[in-house]
C-alpha cells in the first residue's frame, strides 16, 4: 500500500495581489523591425501624458533600429569574427550590444526623470527578450 501524505493548507498560503503592469508590444507594422508600439496603454491613461510616452518609445525605437541597421563597420566586425573563429566575440563587444547597452542606460534615465516622479518604473526591454516593455505602476 502507498502512504499518502497530506496536501498542505491552502488558507495558509500567502495570496498576493494581481500586479498593476502595463505592457507595450512589438510593433510588426514596419514588418519583423525591432520597434515598439507608440500607442499610450490603458492602464497609463491619466498617470503619464501621452506626448511623452510617445517621445520616450520613439527614442528607445531609434536606438534598437540603429542596433540591425547594417555599416561597414559591422560588416567588418563580422570578417574579423570570422576569421578568428568568433573568439573575437570574447574579446570585444559588437554593435548591437553597444546599443543595447545603450537602451539600458536610457531606461534607467528615464526611470529616473520620467517615470520615476509619476510612481512608475519601466523594466529594461532586453529583460523580457525584446519582446514587449514593461511598466510598473508602483503606487495606484
Known amino acids: 500500500m502507498s502512504s499518502s501524505k497530506p496536501l498542505p493548507n491552502s488558507s495558509s498560503a500567502t495570496i ?46 531609434q536606438l534598437l533600429i540603429a542596433a540591425e541597421t547594417g555599416s561597414a563597420s559591422v560588416y567588418l566586425e563580422s570578417c574579423f569574427a570570422c576569421l578568428t573563429g568568433y573568439l573575437a566575440y570574447i574579446c570585444m563587444e559588437t554593435q548591437y550590444e553597444k546599443c543595447l547597452r545603450s537602451v539600458s542606460r536610457l531606461v534607467e534615465e528615464y526611470n529616473r526623470t520620467v517615470f520615476g516622479p509619476r510612481n512608475l518604473s519601466m523594466i529594461d526591454p532586453s529583460e523580457r527578450g525584446l519582446r514587449v516593455i514593461e511598466i510598473v505602476l508602483l503606487r495606484p
Do not use: C, W
Open 16 to 61: 498576493l495581489p494581481p500586479a498593476n503592469k502595463a505592457f507595450v508590444p512589438r510593433d510588426y507594422s514596419h514588418g519583423t523591425e525591432l520597434r515598439f508600439s507608440t500607442e499610450l496603454p490603458a492602464k497609463l491613461q491619466g498617470r503619464i501624458p501621452e506626448e511623452v510616452f510617445t517621445a520616450v518609445i520613439g527614442n528607445i525605437n
